[in-house]
């Protein structure tokens, strides 16, 4: 069985449809004894039950806010990212403290469509780490193996979501409320790792908004945050939601400058273009930083990553030449991306 070998991602359809599937065995055997008391049991998803829960929770939130009763409006919000209603593919499990083994994760943080599922299943095939494996829910991510923060999918998921600050969490300040979620994150995700590696690589598309939140639970903890051409991105991501190209560039632009507002000693930075000329060059880096040990043999990996190539010149060469943006702070310059006249110039108005 290849590594991480999980559904691809259908062409032309949302990420959270009904789209082909390829067969799956079924997870991991449970690692220690599984709490029972705190494992989800969820209900059916269906996109009238997701879209009638908002509605009635907006209904609430309005009533609220007309009461001045600010902070209740505000929990209500939180409770529908929380909600079983607003995720199709959420499965979650909880060790006992005692069977937990993770100690430290490393965070890939980069957005849909960039290339994140590549690099983790590099690094996993050739460094010592756990990895999440045969899940069943989108691309093995651990946002959807927990039930500790909200959901990305009630904020509009790819292409959408880092422009909502409730999808931007704030650091735990607390001590002693940070270390008990941390544990109880580290709990939930143990359920579903394979390897024995103290060393957990989780890689969800919102870790780039999040890393001062991680940073509070894992003092420890080590991130990759993880680029790909803007335009590329953007137009990959209209594979599974056909959004405006100004919006998936503003999105793009906005989930990195929060990235880069929150860029620190842990952090390393890492361009799908480098990793597709030297794989294994821009993997030991990573590798070096993030203190992994190469594997003594590695694992095979999944047929669609069996050749790493850059798949950006496809994107590219289909990118509208009419964008501009009035933006005067463009993240993607920061990070080493500038646009040719031939591909649509990011100029001012």
């Not at 959807?144 to 923060?149: E, R, S, T």
């Not at 940073?215 to 209209?238: E, G, K, M, Y």
Request: hydrophobic residues 35%.
């Amino acid at each position: 069985m290849p590594l991480c070998y999980r559904p691809r991602s259908p062409p032309a359809t949302s990420r959270w449809s009904n789209g082909p599937q390829t067969a799956m065995r079924s997870g991991p055997a449970h690692r220690g004894p599984i709490d029972s008391e705190v494992t989800m049991k969820k209900p059916a998803y269906s996109p009238q039950a997701a879209a009638a829960e908002a509605q009635e929770t907006a209904g609430k939130i309005h009533g609220l806010l007309r009461e001045g009763r600010f902070s209740q409006a505000r929990k209500a919000l939180e409770h529908l990212g929380k909600s079983n209603l607003q995720v199709k593919r959420r499965r979650v499990r909880t060790q006992s403290a005692d069977a937990v083994r993770l100690k430290r994760p490393v965070f890939i943080c980069g957005l849909h469509r960039s290339g994140t599922t590549l690099l983790h299943d590099y690094l996993c095939a050739h460094y010592e780490v756990s990895f999440f494996q045969s899940a069943k829910v989108p691309e093995n991510e651990g946002q959807f193996l927990q039930d500790v923060y909200i959901a990305e999918r009630p904020f509009g998921g790819p292409g959408a979501f880092a422009f909502y600050p409730q999808m931007q969490f704030a650091p735990l300040k607390k001590p002693e409320r940070a270390r008990k979620t941390a544990s109880r994150l580290l709990a939930q995700w143990g359920s579903w790792v394979k390897g024995e590696s103290p060393v957990l690589l989780e890689k969800s598309p919102p870790n780039i908004v999040r890393i001062p939140y991680f940073r509070s639970l894992f003092p420890n903890a080590r991130f990759i945050v993880w680029t790909r051409d803007p335009r590329a991105v953007s137009l990959s991501t209209r594979k599974w939601h056909n959004l405006p190209v100004p919006q998936l560039m503003a999105h793009w632009n906005t989930a990195y400058m929060k990235a880069f507002q929150d860029l620190g000693e842990d952090c390393i930075l890492a361009r799908y273009e480098d990793f597709c000329e030297d794989p294994s060059g821009t993997a030991n880096r990573i590798a070096a930083f993030c203190g992994l040990e190469k594997r003594s043999a590695p694992l095979p990996m999944a047929e669609r990553f069996s050749a790493v190539k850059n798949s950006n010149a496809k994107y590219i060469a289909n990118f509208p030449t009419t964008y501009r943006t009035r933006n005067l702070v463009r993240a993607w310059e920061y990070f080493g991306y500038t646009f040719s006249s031939n591909h649509g110039t990011a100029a001012n108005d």
